[in-house]
């Protein structure tokens, strides 16, 4: 027979559930710790691969513009190559067989004969002078100066020859290489050079398919919560027509790639790989997620607002647009934020409508051939040179800037405009 006390079962009972909530507070904040822990190796990860992309190294040589390889009424079409060549072998007078000519050339970036190409448009009457001019290092010096080739290695198991880091040691000594910042990274567009490859023209890409993307969603998602949440019938279309909704915002983005592909492109025969069908496509799947939000955002506002507006005379339409609308804008706008920020995270579907092309040029409007910031990481990752990794980790952290920024805008709309009831 139990001889206990009611007032001990009670206390015994209390302190088995209180030690059940001690354990499970631990298991959640182990949890929560454990999170934080990959996200700090994973931020530290893409920091440590990436940051070094933001300075890059040159080399200084005197360069003789000469007049018999420039041509003073279109240099434009000058041999631009060979005078920095023709630097090279001056520079190192003691090279002579076509072997290490070759290897010696590779010292410098082909990107090098652009910049005296620019120089000489920019200042005609650098013709025939003499130049002490920084141009670009080859990908693998910079890789070397950078720490990631190592010397100690096998020749035959490194992409630079022992010749070679030779002639860069005697530059070094000379004063000849020094480190800049990489404003390239960010005013050029891709290059198959991983030293001139730039960020510029994937920007410009998801700008404009971002513009396009909230031109058309904002207010057609706006318009459709209004109409769904305070005009709409309760009947079984309605109820058809909110369900869809919900199913298509959890549809996976690639299934919108291929509607876009066989609608926007094979259909209508849009342009292939331009921003114009990418905002489209990335219109309709943001588009579910504007509307769900809109309409949280619509229901957020009591009731009272409403029948209060409609007590005084005004019409259905008065309240909502004066009174219920205004009330609302800011959880609406912090889901339109939210949705943009999922948009410009976006690859899979704008793989599917050829933005993946290899794009030189800034796109200069919404019909040109362009790529997007999340796609050019993807093709970045997929190049064999060890530079090439280097950037892709610091267009990442380009992109999760720019997502930090648009989500920390949301999260400060909400805090300062939204009414607590």
């Known amino acids: 027979?139990?001889?206990?006390?009611?007032?001990?079962?009670?206390?015994?009972?209390?302190?088995?559930?209180?030690?059940?909530?001690k354990r499970f507070k631990l298991i959640g904040l182990s949890a929560i710790i454990f999170s934080l822990m990959f996200l700090v190796f994973l931020f530290s990860s893409i920091f440590l691969n990436g940051y070094k992309a933001f300075y890059?190294?040159?080399?200084?040589?005197?360069?003789?513009?000469?007049?018999?390889?420039?041509?003073?009424?279109?240099?434009?079409?000058?041999?631009?190559?060979?005078?920095?060549?023709?630097?090279?072998r001056t520079t190192f007078p003691d090279v002579k067989k076509r072997k290490e000519k070759k290897k010696l050339y590779g010292l410098v970036s082909t990107d090098g004969s652009f910049?005296?190409?620019?120089?000489?448009?920019?200042?005609?009457?650098?013709?025939?002078?003499?130049?002490?001019?920084?141009?670009?290092?080859?990908?693998?010096?910079?890789?070397?100066?950078?720490?990631?080739?190592?010397?100690?290695?096998?020749?035959?198991d490194r992409r630079i020859s022992d010749?070679?880091?030779?002639?860069?040691?005697?530059?070094?000594?000379?004063?000849?290489?020094?480190?800049?910042?990489?404003?390239?990274?960010?005013?050029?567009?891709?290059?198959?050079?991983?030293?001139?490859?730039?960020?510029?023209?994937?920007?410009?890409?998801?700008?404009?398919?971002?513009?396009?993307?909230?031109v058309l969603s904002f207010p057609i998602?706006?318009?459709?919560?209004?109409?769904?949440?305070?005009?709409?019938?309760?009947?079984?279309?309605?109820?058809?027509?909110?369900?869809?909704?919900?199913?298509?915002?959890?549809?996976?983005?690639?299934?919108?790639?291929?509607?876009?592909?066989?609608?926007?492109?094979?259909?209508?025969?849009?342009?292939?790989?331009a921003p114009l069908v990418g905002g489209l496509v990335l219109f309709l799947m943001t588009l579910p997620t504007i509307i769900i939000t809109g309409r949280v955002a619509l229901q957020s506002v009591p009731p009272s607002i409403r029948e209060a507006a409609l007590g005084v005379g005004a019409s259905k339409m008065q309240a909502v647009l004066h009174h219920v609308l205004p009330l609302a804008m800011p959880g609406m706008l912090t889901g339109a934020i939210i949705g943009m920020a999922r948009a410009l995270g976006e690859s899979a579907p704008l793989l599917m409508i050829g933005m993946v092309a290899?794009?030189?040029?800034?796109?200069?409007?919404?019909?040109?051939?362009?790529?997007?910031?999340?796609?050019?990481?993807?093709?970045?990752?997929?190049?064999?040179?060890r530079a090439f990794v280097e950037r892709t980790s610091a267009a990442i952290m380009v992109l999760l800037t720019f997502l930090v920024l648009m989500n920390g805008t949301a999260v400060y709309l909400r805090s300062k405009f939204e009414r607590r009831w």
């Not at 040589?61 to 079409?77: G, M």
């Not at 030189?360 to 993807?378: F, N, S």
């Open 163 to 214: 010749v070679q880091i030779g002639w860069i040691d005697k530059l070094i000594d000379a004063g000849r290489v020094k480190f800049r910042f990489n404003i390239g990274f960010f005013t050029n567009g891709d290059s198959r050079e991983p030293e001139s490859a730039g960020i510029l023209g994937a920007a410009m890409g998801s700008f404009y398919m971002l513009a396009i993307t909230l």
């Open 221 to 273: 998602g706006i318009g459709a919560a209004i109409y769904l949440e305070e005009f709409a019938a309760k009947n079984r279309i309605t109820d058809i027509i909110e369900v869809n909704i919900n199913n298509l915002a959890a549809v996976p983005s690639i299934v919108f790639g291929l509607l876009g592909l066989a609608v926007f492109l094979n259909f209508f025969h849009l342009p292939r790989s």
């Open 358 to 385: 290899f794009i030189v040029d800034i796109p200069a409007g919404i019909t040109d051939p362009a790529t997007a910031l999340p796609v050019q990481i993807y093709l970045w990752a997929d190049s064999p040179e």
């Open 56 to 88: 890059q190294a040159e080399l200084r040589i005197d360069v003789f513009f000469d007049p018999a390889l420039l041509d003073i009424k279109d240099p434009a079409s000058a041999n631009f190559d060979a005078l920095v060549k023709k630097s090279l």
């Open 115 to 156: 910049q005296l190409r620019d120089m000489v448009l920019a200042d005609p009457a650098l013709v025939g002078q003499n130049r002490s001019v920084w141009l670009l290092a080859d990908d693998d010096v910079d890789m070397l100066m950078k720490g990631y080739i190592d010397r100690n290695l096998p020749q035959s």
């Open 1 to 21: 027979m139990n001889n206990q006390k009611p007032m001990d079962i009670v206390q015994a009972g209390l302190a088995k559930r209180y030690k059940k909530e």
